[in-house]
């Protein structure tokens, strides 16, 4: 029985993953909002990619 609950408590108090740990639930936060507003980011992305295009098509015709 001592065993079973120096065993409990070791793994309780093992931090070793924690980082580890920490990381995968905020990439998967980052990943739920990405999915959740894909389509509004889609539009930003695209609106600024057009504008970039205009610029760079505006510098090319003035040489």
């Known amino acids: ?3 079973i ?3 409990l408590k070791n793994i ?3 931090e070793s993953a924690q ?3 920490e990381y995968i639930l905020l ?3 980052v990943v739920a909002i990405v999915l959740l507003f894909k389509d509004r980011i889609r539009g930003l ?3 600024r990619l057009d ?3 205009g610029g ?3 510098v090319s015709t003035n040489f």
């Open 1 to 3: 029985m001592k065993n």
């Open 27 to 29: 990439l998967m936060i």
């Open 12 to 14: 309780w108090k093992d």
């Open 45 to 47: 992305v695209e609106g």
């Open 19 to 21: 980082g580890a740990t």
């Open 56 to 58: 760079l098509g505006e």
């Open 51 to 53: 504008s970039l295009g």
């Open 5 to 7: 609950k120096s065993t």
